[in-house]
């Protein structure tokens, strides 16, 4: 079915948020396994999957619509050097992907293209009350515990393997 070209244009660009944010996601989790958060680092992978989910849904969209999927494009990366800058990164880019989510939902009002709107209001549940909300949390707590008591309980359990 031939979608219209906005439609597909910025599914297009939503794809590359979706897969920055798999990206981040996915070097941020290395970094905190590598440190030993490992509560921290399957939540983080958790999100990176989430997004991988997200990038798969927009391309069998785009290729419904005839459109040809950009896997190619991505925003700068900002990989946090600490766990907070971590979160906020995280947060600032989830924050950025709402916005173009909102903007894509009114322009399939416009072009009324309903089922891609479906599909963009699922995504921008999960990635408002889901993504967003659980980074916000996190910096929440890291400044209501302070960030060794927070760094403390995203270590987990002691593994008794050496």
Same mark, same amino acid.
């Given at each position: 079915?031939? #979608?219209?070209?906005?439609?597909? &244009?910025?599914?297009?660009?939503?794809?590359? #948020?979706?897969?920055?944010?798999?990206?981040?996601?996915?070097?941020?989790?290395?970094?905190?396994?590598? $440190? #030993?958060?490992?509560?921290?680092?399957?939540?983080?992978?958790?999100?990176?999957?989430?997004?991988?989910?997200? +990038?798969?849904?927009?391309?069998?969209?785009?290729?419904?619509?005839? #459109?040809?999927?950009?896997?190619?494009?991505?925003?700068?990366?900002?990989?946090? +050097?600490?766990?907070?800058?971590?979160?906020?990164?995280?947060?600032?880019?989830?924050?950025?992907?709402?916005?173009?989510?909102?903007?894509?939902? &009114?322009?399939?009002?416009?072009?009324?293209?309903?089922?891609?709107?479906?599909?963009?209001?699922?995504?921008?549940?999960?990635?408002?009350?889901?993504? &967003?909300? $659980?980074?916000? %949390?996190? %910096?929440?707590?890291?400044?209501?515990?302070?960030?060794?008591?927070?760094?403390?309980? +995203? &270590?987990?359990?002691?593994?008794?393997?050496?």
């Amino acid at each position: 079915m031939q #979608g219209s070209a906005k439609v597909i &244009a910025s599914l297009n660009a939503l794809l590359t #948020g979706e897969l920055t944010a798999a990206d981040q996601y996915f070097i941020h989790s290395r970094m905190l396994q590598n $440190w #030993g958060f490992q509560v921290l680092y399957q939540r983080i992978e958790h999100e990176h999957h989430d997004e991988l989910d997200h +990038a798969d849904a927009l391309i069998k969209r785009i290729l419904f619509l005839e #459109g040809v999927p950009d896997v190619a494009s991505r925003a700068a990366l900002n990989v946090g +050097a600490d766990v907070p800058a971590m979160l906020k990164n995280d947060l600032a880019l989830e924050i950025s992907v709402v916005a173009e989510l909102k903007a894509a939902i &009114a322009l399939c009002e416009i072009e009324r293209d309903y089922d891609t709107r479906r599909i963009l209001v699922k995504m921008l549940e999960d990635t408002e009350e889901d993504h &967003a909300h $659980w980074l916000e %949390i996190q %910096i929440g707590l890291i400044e209501r515990l302070g960030l060794k008591n927070y760094l403390q309980s +995203a &270590a987990g359990g002691l593994s008794s393997a050496s």
